[in-house]
């Protein structure tokens, strides 16, 4: 319990010098900016959650719908997908639409 009440102090402790908007990633980048999956599902609207929860589970046999909607928040959450994921995604559906096969 004491490290849960240091956690605590810490944590509100970097609230008041950040913004959740300004939390960094290991890369560096802003959480927000690095958000690869929201901006993903903008560029592809026809795709269902369920088709990409289908294909990251091909990787990651646990990942879900919940999993899913947590990486869409991370400035919320602290979950991302990891890069093997997200090249994942991209090889399957933005292959399609860059060489026409399915």
């Known amino acids: 319990m004491a490290a ?3 956690a605590r102090s810490v944590a509100a402790d970097q609230t008041k010098e950040n913004q959740h908007d300004a939390i960094l990633s290991q890369s560096g980048q802003s959480v927000n900016t690095a958000n690869w ?7 592809h ?4 959650c369920t088709e990409i929860v289908e294909t990251v589970r091909v ?13 869409m928040s991370p400035e919320k959450y602290g979950v991302r997908l ?4 997200e090249d994942l ?3 399957t559906f933005e292959g399609e639409e860059t060489d026409g096969t399915s």
């Open 45 to 48: 609207p026809e795709l269902q």
């Open 37 to 43: 999956l929201r901006d993903f599902r903008a560029a």
């Open 4 to 6: 849960n009440e240091k």
């Open 59 to 71: 990787l990651f046999p646990g990942f879900d719908k919940t999993l899913l909607s947590k990486c």
């Open 82 to 85: 990891t890069p093997e994921a």
């Open 89 to 91: 995604l991209r090889k």
